[in-house]
Structure formats: C-alpha cells, structure tokens
C-alpha cells in the first residue's frame, strides 16, 4: 500500500512569516493530494488539495505544490496568523484504490 | 444540516466489554470511513464502506467490526475492548470517490482500562 511521510513533525513560525510543510508518497498511482486542518477537539478539515495533471495550486494565502517525477508535494501558508495555529496532516489517494493514506501530521504554532 | 455526526463522544470502557460507535451522515454520500487517530500516528483507517451493504478492512481492522445497513449509518464495533484501542476515532464520509473530500465527524474519545 501507500506509504505517506511528513515533516516536519512540530513547527513554530513567527506571525506573519510562511510556513511550509513536506510530504512524500511512494505508490505511483496516487493521483490526489489533499490537505486537511485540525484544530483543537475538531475532526480535521479539507483546506486545499490538489490533483497530479496540476503543479501548483493556491486559495490566498495557502498553496499547495506537486512533484510527481520526485513523489512529494508541499503546503505553503504565507503571512500566518495566530489562527493558522492547528494540526496539518496531508494524504493521498488513488482512484484505483479505495483509501486514503494520512501523513503523521504537523503541529504547527503561530506565535503572536 | 449537521453533516456528520458520531456518538457517543465520550466513553469509558472496562477491558473486555463491547461498545457500538455510532456515525450518521445526512448529505447522501456513498463513501464512509472509520479512522482512528493516536499521538504520532495521524489517521490510521479501519474499515470503510463503498455503499450500503458493503465493508471492507482497512490499515487496522483486527478487534473491530462494522456494519451499513443503511446509507446513512456506519457502526462501529468492539467485541472485546483492549487498552490497545484507546484512541480517537473519526469517521468519515464523501460523495462518491475516494478522490474527493472527506468530511469528518468531532470525533470520539474512547479509554479501555
């Protein structure tokens, strides 16, 4: 199956300043990579995602990057904010399959 | 609208006594999933289902069951709880992929003593 990493595995940032956040994936098939948030006590939440016939996306200040012949893809938040605060996981997914697969996640930390 | 809603959000179990997690959706999707979520482990699935009627394992299924009876609900079972199965379990639900968004429920708190 679909091994996905992700690192960092905690990151604090001061406000205002960009954070990025890594993964890689090993099945070639994968073909759809989201990104969700998590805040505290809450079920994570879809923020960006991002299909393989695309390099990069964004929504304001979130963009997300893909590498398909490296087999990673990024998440980009510029100018953070104190409520950018919250648990990142990435994933991925393929229409041949039937699952997603979840990075570890990061904690990340926007300090005011 | 409420989306997808889990219960009970808290529990406390006894080793070896059983418990239902209950999850229903109201947006008509076909897809739901059970995860469960530990420190530094991300999501981890359990089972899913493609449709009602239907189930099948995922990463972690030994010592869960489920059930689709309707569309609507996914159940989530254990036989006889473990301490190994304290965790947060989220289900999930999307329309009709598993290349589209997930929706998830706030989760449920689950200790085995």
């Known amino acids: 199956g679909e091994n996905v990493e992700q690192h960092p595995s905690t990151l604090s940032v001061q406000e205002g300043d960009s954070a990025v956040i890594k993964c890689t994936y090993s099945d070639s098939a994968s073909n759809y990579f989201p990104w969700y948030k998590q805040e505290l006590g809450k079920g994570p939440q879809l923020i960006i995602d991002i299909r393989s016939n695309v390099g990069e996306k964004k929504d304001q200040r979130i963009a997300v990057t893909l590498n398909k012949t490296a087999k990673h893809f990024s998440l980009h938040i510029t100018e953070t904010q104190p409520e950018d605060s919250a648990v990142y996981f990435c994933a991925a997914s393929s229409n041949t399959g039937n699952q997603f697969y979840f990075g570890t996640g990061t904690s990340l930390t926007v300090i005011p | 609208n409420a989306g997808v809603t889990q219960t009970p959000k808290f529990r406390v179990l006894k080793t070896g006594q059983s418990m239902t997690l209950l999850c229903a959706q109201d947006m008509n999707h076909e897809y739901m999933y059970w995860y469960r979520q530990d420190p530094g482990m991300g999501l981890r699935l359990i089972h899913y289902?493609?449709?009602?009627?239907?189930?099948a394992k995922g990463e972690v299924p030994d010592g869960y069951n489920v059930s689709r009876l309707k569309k609507q609900n996914f159940l989530l079972g254990l036989e006889s709880a473990a301490p190994s199965q304290t965790s947060v379990y989220f289900c999930a639900s999307s329309l009709a992929s598993n290349t589209g968004e997930l929706f998830f429920g706030e989760g449920s708190r689950l200790t085995v003593l």
């Open positions: 289902s493609v449709g009602e009627g239907t189930t």
